[in-house]
């Protein structure tokens, strides 16, 4: 898809990120939309990239990697984020609608669990996690963890997660239930990343994950580990880079076809050091060794 044009400040669109003067003379809209994982550290890229082509405005928006890769798909976005991989199915809608999907990776993730402040939980297991997420799971009760929480009077886990068009949602689901397994339902299924550590913070009784760009002092992240007996981990960026954090994952931006002009030009920024730096800078991890200094 071609970048389209602006020519006049009525025509410049008022999404969740606007490169200042916005005025006179043509510009390059490239429109950005997708997973709310990415959307922060798209955002900084949209406007540190004013000061670099200010002849290109790039326009960013959330609501999901599955919102972001169907508008992708339909012609609307230049460019779709997401925090998982494109479907098999999603691929070949494309493929149908003349668009060939390019990938795109921009960074990494830990995805983080995320429980009260005052909850004694210190590590837990990716198999623990899906007993507790996983449909047909037996894992009710913080007690059940070895755990008394206070302020949690029932010893209930309150389970937090994302909606199904989410990035998150689905990359939890393949990482930590396995693809066969679904959800459980029950769980508070939150619209964005933020919204998930917010309801953490405030909830004594819950649990839930998100990117841990989205870490607050008012939460915690417990460690953890594959199988009973192997190494706990805590998530942070550098054990997102060296693959030790058993749920990083890669981010993602995908083009309908081989990206031209302006869009190859803010793509190849995006990958370069200038972008990367802004990857950790965010709190996720570059795709490769940069130079921050």
């Known amino acids: 898809m071609k970048t389209s044009r602006v ?4 025509s410049c669109l008022a999404l969740a990120v606007l490169v200042a003067a916005c005025g006179g003379g043509s510009r390059n809209l490239i429109q950005n939309k997708g997973s709310d994982t990415l959307v922060n550290v798209a955002q900084a890229w949209a406007e540190s990239y004013a000061s670099v082509a200010s002849e290109t405005v790039v326009a960013v928006s959330g609501g999901g990697s599955g919102t972001g890769i169907a508008a992708m798909i339909n012609g609307t976005v230049d460019i779709a984020n997401s925090s998982r991989k494109m479907k098999d199915s999603e691929i070949e809608l494309a493929r149908g609608n003349g668009n060939d999907p390019i990938e795109f990776v921009v960074g990494f993730d830990a995805l983080a669990v995320y429980v009260h402040p005052d909850n004694p939980l210190d590590q837990v297991s990716l198999e623990q996690l899906a007993e507790l997420y996983g449909e047909g799971g ?3 009760a913080w007690s059940q963890l070895g755990v008394e929480v206070p302020g949690c009077s ?3 886990i309150v389970r937090v997660s994302r909606q199904n068009n989410s990035g998150t949602y689905v990359y939890f689901r393949e990482a ?3 693809e066969r397994r679904d959800f459980r339902l029950g769980s508070r299924d939150m619209h964005g990343s933020k919204d998930v550590v917010d309801l953490v913070e405030n909830t004594p009784c819950a649990i839930g994950y998100s990117g841990l760009a989205y870490a607050t002092d008012h939460v915690k992240m417990p460690c953890v580990r594959k199988g ?10 550098e054990t997102a880079i060296d693959g030790s954090y058993p749920i990083a994952r890669p981010l993602f931006m995908y083009t309908a076809g081989e990206p031209q002009g302006a869009i190859r030009e803010y793509l190849d920024w995006v990958l370069s050091d ?10 996720y991890a570059p795709r490769g060794d940069v130079n921050c200094s």
């Open 274 to 283: 200038e972008g990367q730096c802004i990857v950790y800078e965010k709190g």
């Open 176 to 178: 930590v239930l396995g």
């Open 154 to 156: 029932s010893d209930e």
């Open 7 to 10: 020519t006049s400040a009525g």
């Open 228 to 237: 009973e007996d192997g190494d706990c981990v805590s998530p942070s960026v």
């Open 138 to 140: 037996d894992v009710d």
